[in-house]
């Protein structure tokens, strides 16, 4: 059981793939998902295993991050709430998408970053620590930050609550982190017994939402099927090079650049749909956006990891022996 979850963990973007595909090609075996339980949404639920499993990766001292390195983590906030929300509002108006299309592409890029982009990052050889560190400081700003944006871009054209949307980010996203942080600390014995399993249990989880969200939907993603892949491609791809060329910009190192990259271009598109599916349920084809996203920024995140790894890795480790000269440099000598 263990080496099975361990499979499914490292092809987790397989996985994600494979499932879409079958959403699309049988939506009854996937549809339940957003369903209800004992009165308890499902979508919600999964969403909730989710946010757990990530919180149980986590401890206190890691929070020590974000005042050790202030600059970086507040880069990569604003990083990760200008550049992205800012795309979808422009490729939104540039591909004239309808309305339920445009609610989809903004919750996509008002979200905060998807935790698939630490195991890009760690691929990628760049900076792990800062980018867990900007995925959860981005989570942790969602309830005020998601529905704050979305309210800002579509509020005067589309009817909803940003006070509900607040509401449900809470009890979906900072709940259960906050569960998983506590029994984390208090039982982590437990924690590390569950630490081969739980990623397994969360990538099932997004598999079967986006499943079922492509198999409601699988009529409004065949009918926009070429311009919604425009706009999400291009929503990706020119958020993971934005955040890179800031990175640059700020003059931070090679292996920031290449986590500021990935976690701004990769979003947590499965929350994107279910707040697409709890808070636009008029617009069907809202869910749409963040269905795509889900399997489409798994390609390219390994793709780019590729790249970063086998043609970009000359500048990378130039950068290295430059550092260490550096620190030969400053030290002091021996007495």
């Given at each position: 059981?263990?080496?099975?979850?361990?499979?499914?963990?490292?092809?987790?973007?397989?996985?994600?793939?494979?499932?879409?595909?079958?959403?699309?090609?049988?939506?009854?075996?996937?549809?339940?998902?957003?369903?209800?339980?004992?009165?308890?949404?499902?979508?919600?639920?999964?969403?909730?295993?989710?946010?757990?499993?990530?919180?149980?990766?986590?401890?206190?001292?890691?929070?020590?991050?974000?005042?050790?390195?202030?600059?970086?983590?507040?880069?990569?906030?604003?990083?990760?709430?200008?550049?992205?929300?800012?795309?979808?509002?422009?490729?939104?108006?540039?591909?004239?998408?309808?309305?339920?299309?445009?609610?989809?592409?903004?919750?996509?890029?008002?979200?905060?970053?998807?935790?698939?982009?630490?195991?890009?990052?760690?691929?990628?050889?760049?900076?792990?620590?800062?980018?867990?560190?900007?995925?959860?400081?981005?989570?942790?700003?969602s309830p005020i930050m998601t529905p704050l944006l979305t309210y800002?871009?579509?509020?005067?054209?589309?009817?909803?609550?940003?006070?509900?949307?607040?509401?449900?980010?809470?009890?979906?996203?900072?709940?259960?982190?906050?569960?998983?942080?506590?029994?984390?600390?208090?039982?982590?014995?437990?924690?590390?017994?569950?630490?081969?399993?739980?990623?397994?249990?969360?990538?099932?989880?997004?598999?079967?939402?986006?499943?079922?969200?492509?198999?409601?939907?699988?009529?409004?993603?065949?009918?926009?099927?070429?311009?919604?892949?425009?706009?999400?491609?291009?929503?990706?791809?020119?958020?993971?090079?934005?955040?890179?060329?800031?990175?640059?910009?700020?003059?931070?190192?090679?292996?920031?650049?290449?986590?500021?990259?990935?976690?701004?271009?990769?979003?947590?598109?499965?929350?994107?749909?279910?707040?697409?599916?709890?808070?636009?349920?008029?617009?069907?084809?809202?869910?749409?956006?963040?269905?795509?996203?889900?399997?489409?920024?798994?390609?390219?995140?390994?793709?780019?990891?590729?790249?970063?790894?086998?043609?970009?890795?000359?500048?990378?480790?130039?950068?290295?022996?430059?550092?260490?000269?550096?620190?030969?440099?400053?030290?002091?000598?021996?007495?």
């Amino acid at each position: 059981m263990k080496k099975f979850c361990e499979l499914i963990g490292k092809y987790f973007g397989v996985v994600i793939i494979l499932f879409f595909i079958g959403g699309m090609t049988c939506p009854p075996a996937f549809t339940w998902v957003l369903g209800k339980l004992a009165g308890f949404s499902l979508l919600s639920m999964m969403l909730g295993i989710i946010m757990f499993g990530m919180g149980t990766t986590m401890e206190l001292k890691d929070f020590r991050l974000i005042l050790q390195r202030p600059r970086d983590v507040f880069l990569g906030a604003v990083a990760q709430y200008a550049i992205m929300p800012f795309l979808a509002y422009l490729l939104s108006r540039a591909f004239n998408l309808d309305p339920a299309l445009t609610v989809g592409v903004v919750l996509v890029g008002t979200c905060p970053g998807g935790t698939a982009s630490n195991v890009i990052t760690f691929i990628s050889k760049g900076d792990l620590a800062l980018s867990v560190t900007m995925t959860t400081v981005s989570t942790l700003l969602s309830p005020i930050m998601t529905p704050l944006l979305t309210y800002l871009i579509i509020g005067q054209r589309i009817d909803f609550s940003p006070v509900a949307m607040f509401w449900s980010i809470v009890q979906i996203v900072i709940i259960p982190i906050g569960f998983g942080v506590a029994l984390r600390h208090f039982f982590p014995d437990w924690c590390e017994k569950a630490k081969a399993y739980l990623p397994a249990l969360s990538c099932l989880c997004i598999s079967l939402l986006i499943a079922g969200l492509a198999g409601a939907s699988r009529d409004a993603i065949l009918a926009s099927s070429a311009t919604i892949m425009a706009v999400v491609v291009l929503h990706n791809l020119l958020g993971s090079a934005l955040g890179f060329a800031l990175g640059r910009f700020s003059g931070m190192s090679w292996k920031k650049c290449v986590a500021l990259s990935i976690e701004v271009g990769m979003q947590n598109s499965g929350l994107a749909a279910g707040l697409a599916k709890t808070h636009f349920p008029a617009l069907a084809a809202a869910a749409v956006p963040g269905a795509i996203f889900s399997s489409w920024h798994n390609i390219s995140g390994s793709i780019l990891a590729w790249l970063y790894v086998n043609y970009l890795n000359p500048r990378y480790d130039e950068e290295l022996r430059n550092d260490a000269c550096r620190i030969s440099e400053n030290a002091e000598p021996a007495h």
